[in-house]
């Protein structure tokens, strides 16, 4: 639900993770650290991240801490409390276990944060394209296998992800993809039918009945897809450029709300068309006045997969005070059962688990007819577009493109 308000570093956040990255890089080894200080992991260049001795995994066979709080640092709405909280003290009841949410509104935030070194959560839910500031800013502690066995009921390609070979440091937490959401009751074209869905967000006869995601990487990788550029990890100044042109246009012709709250507001009728995530539209149909049954909500993504497709992950922070309860809380949540209820009760948001098919949750009356375009099979991976970890220079440059358009928002 409220995942997202951006994806990379801010250019304030930037300092102290290149001051980390660079150090002890040898002769000639600051120069490539400050436009490069970490591997930019991809599906044609996947990484497989260091453990260095100074950090290595929690031995096996340990007992779970007893009497303490488990602090999970997550966006807010992400996760069920009654599966996460009470579902797993339950389950862990002999050990008198408590647990606690902390919520951060985006990643910047987030980082900020873990940076002061003044916070002991346990684990964060970040996507995948922080991972390099991360494990390079030496925030996690690896993981010890032998506590994760549920690991088996995911996909198995995220046993080897990547953006973390032998996943290393993540386990899969959500996945989705980004497209366009809107009422059929209130908009009488169908905007899946239109030659190039995007430019709705452009067409005057919508003006203030618009939404676009309060996220850097996604509205300026939509307005690159609008002009059929597929790359959304651009680095092309002309390309920005063009982006930033058209963004400025968008104001002019709809000044669009911009939020991550499209998943109230399609239903509240505040908005008739957004661009949204796929499991913020599962999420909406809790959120239906009364008397409506969401019959009317539809969601575009492109049939050939040209769309972004994405996911969070669940990582245990080298802070935390409970590192082997970390792992089994891990465990607990990549149990299929507790990921459907997750999903059903909470986030709306599917995740990679082999038995999680279409006609599983259709069974289950979680993803209605009308919604089956938010489903997200494993082909997609392979087939759709990726937002990858941007260099500190590339990441720079789209926050200045996302800061202009803030500031005419």
């Known amino acids: 639900?409220?995942?997202?308000?951006?994806?990379?570093?801010?250019?304030?956040?930037?300092?102290?993770?290149?001051?980390?990255?660079?150090?002890?890089?040898?002769?000639?080894?600051?120069?490539?650290?400050?436009?490069?200080?970490?591997?930019?992991?991809?599906?044609?260049?996947?990484?497989?991240?260091?453990?260095?001795?100074?950090?290595?995994?929690?031995?096996?066979?340990?007992?779970?801490?007893?009497?303490?709080?488990?602090?999970?640092?997550?966006?807010?709405?992400?996760?069920?409390k009654k599966t996460a909280v009470d579902g797993f003290k339950q389950q862990f009841a002999q050990y008198n276990v408590d647990v606690q949410i902390s919520t951060f509104n985006d990643i910047n935030e987030a980082l900020a944060k873990l940076r002061t070194g003044q916070v002991d959560f346990d684990i964060f839910f970040p996507s995948y394209d922080s991972i390099g500031k991360l494990v390079t800013g030496g925030f996690l502690r690896p993981l010890n296998h032998s506590y994760i066995p549920n690991i088996s009921q995911v996909w198995p390609e995220l046993t080897n992800p990547f953006y973390d070979q032998e996943w290393r440091y993540t386990t899969p937490y959500t996945i989705y993809t980004t497209g366009i959401g809107w009422s059929a009751a209130r908009v009488k074209e169908d905007i899946s039918a239109r030659a190039?869905?995007?430019?709705?967000?452009?067409?005057?006869?919508?003006?203030?009945?618009?939404?676009?995601?309060?996220?850097?990487?996604?509205?300026?990788?939509?307005?690159?897809?609008?002009?059929?550029?597929?790359?959304?990890?651009?680095?092309?100044?002309?390309?920005?450029?063009?982006?930033?042109?058209?963004?400025?246009?968008?104001?002019?012709?709809?000044?669009?709300?911009?939020?991550?709250?499209?998943?109230?507001?399609?239903?509240?009728?505040?908005?008739?068309?957004?661009?949204?995530w796929s499991g913020d539209m599962i999420s909406a149909l809790g959120y239906l006045p009364q008397g409506a049954d969401g019959s009317d909500l539809r969601y575009w993504f492109p049939k050939d997969n040209k769309g972004p497709v994405n996911g969070d992950i669940m990582v245990v922070l080298k802070a935390g005070k409970n590192p082997v309860l970390s792992h089994l809380f891990m465990n607990y949540m990549l149990d299929f059962n507790n990921a459907v209820a997750n999903m059903q009760n909470q986030t709306g948001y599917q995740t990679p688990?082999?038995?999680?098919?279409?006609?599983?949750?259709?069974?289950?009356?979680?993803?209605?007819?009308?919604?089956?375009?938010?489903?997200?099979?494993?082909?997609?991976?392979?087939?759709?577009?990726r937002e990858l970890e941007l260099s500190p220079t590339v990441d720079t440059a789209w926050h200045q493109v996302w800061q202009k358009f803030k500031a005419g928002a």
């Open 1 to 80: 639900m409220l995942r997202s308000l951006g994806a990379g570093l801010a250019l304030t956040s930037l300092g102290p993770i290149l001051e980390a990255c660079g150090s002890g890089s040898g002769a000639g080894g600051a120069a490539s650290a400050a436009i490069n200080p970490f591997p930019l992991g991809s599906p044609q260049n996947p990484v497989k991240w260091p453990i260095p001795s100074s950090n290595q995994p929690i031995a096996s066979g340990l007992t779970p801490e007893s009497n303490t709080t488990l602090k999970l640092y997550n966006y807010p709405d992400y996760i069920d």
């Open 196 to 276: 190039n869905p995007y430019e709705v967000f452009w067409d005057p006869q919508y003006s203030g009945k618009l939404a676009v995601l309060d996220d850097y990487r996604e509205t300026i990788g939509m307005t690159l897809m609008r002009n059929q550029l597929y790359n959304l990890n651009t680095s092309d100044p002309a390309q920005l450029a063009k982006v930033s042109t058209q963004l400025s246009d968008l104001i002019g012709k709809t000044n669009p709300k911009v939020n991550i709250t499209d998943y109230t507001d399609l239903p509240a009728a505040k908005v008739d068309i957004t661009h949204a």
């Open 353 to 385: 688990h082999t038995q999680m098919t279409p006609d599983v949750l259709a069974q289950k009356g979680i993803v209605p007819a009308n919604l089956a375009s938010t489903l997200v099979v494993p082909a997609m991976f392979t087939t759709g577009l």
